[in-house]
């Protein structure tokens, strides 16, 4: 607990140089995985503004063309999207295949996802990534290791619907969770130490089969990532 608390202090005392804003105390699990709170406003030329015409929160509408999720998320972290621990982690030795790269989503093969949803996992190992770990809440970690919300929208320079989906719980959600799991490989999502879990999300209803999305999704140790997938056509 006590180191918890030094964590928090932390966020607290980092929140204050950055300006960012922190919600506490009800949100404390995003707390522990970085603000949900936008960055401040990106200077021109700056990675939090790679589109034109970003949202209120830097998030770019569309993929830009010369795209680059290492970048754009370490930057974005460092201004408060990620706890500053773990950025020091993200920026050490292998940090980007140990750390951030192991945050990014992406599309496994396995078991088709229901009509209306999105199958995801985090860190492909096709790019040299470390594939996502998942840890349910414990007496010692009583927040746990698992993406609590992801948040998909159309790659739309316009007005588009962004879905967010919720997983209260982790290897199971709650009843109220429109967020569920599925296993890559046979049928316990904890296998392999959750790196088996596949996060079924719903996906909006103006995005076609072969259209890309924006995944912008939260950790709730690591905080914030942003990257862009094509759905399966
Ligand atoms: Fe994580």
Request: glycine share 10%.
């Amino acid at each position: 607990m006590q180191s918890r608390l030094a964590h928090r202090r932390e966020l607290l005392r980092y929140a204050g140089i950055t300006g960012v804003t922190l919600l506490l105390p009800s949100t404390v699990a995003c707390v522990r995985g970085g603000s949900s709170t936008p960055p401040a406003d990106p200077e021109p030329g700056d990675p939090l503004a790679p589109s034109a015409d970003p949202e209120p929160d830097g998030l770019p509408l569309v993929r830009p063309a010369d795209w680059d999720p290492i970048s754009f998320n370490r930057e974005r972290g460092r201004a408060g999207a990620i706890p500053p621990e773990y950025m020091a982690k993200i920026d050490g030795p292998d940090g980007v295949a140990q750390h951030l790269g192991k945050h990014l989503p992406f599309l496994p093969e396995g078991p088709l996802a229901p009509s209306g949803t999105l199958a995801l996992m985090w860190g492909d190992p096709a790019l040299g990534y470390a594939r996502h770990p998942n840890a349910a809440a414990t007496a010692d970690d009583p927040i746990g290791h698992w993406y609590d919300w992801i948040r998909i929208r159309r790659a739309f320079d316009g007005p588009a619907e962004e879905r967010e989906s919720h997983f209260s719980a982790w290897p199971r959600g709650g009843e109220e969770d429109d967020g569920h799991y599925a296993a890559q490989r046979g049928t316990d999502p904890a296998d392999d130490d959750g790196r088996n879990t596949v996060y079924l999300a719903v996906l909006p209803s103006d995005v076609q089969p072969g259209e890309w999305v924006r995944i912008h999704a939260h950790c709730l140790t690591h905080g914030e990532y942003v990257d862009f997938l094509r759905v399966p056509a």
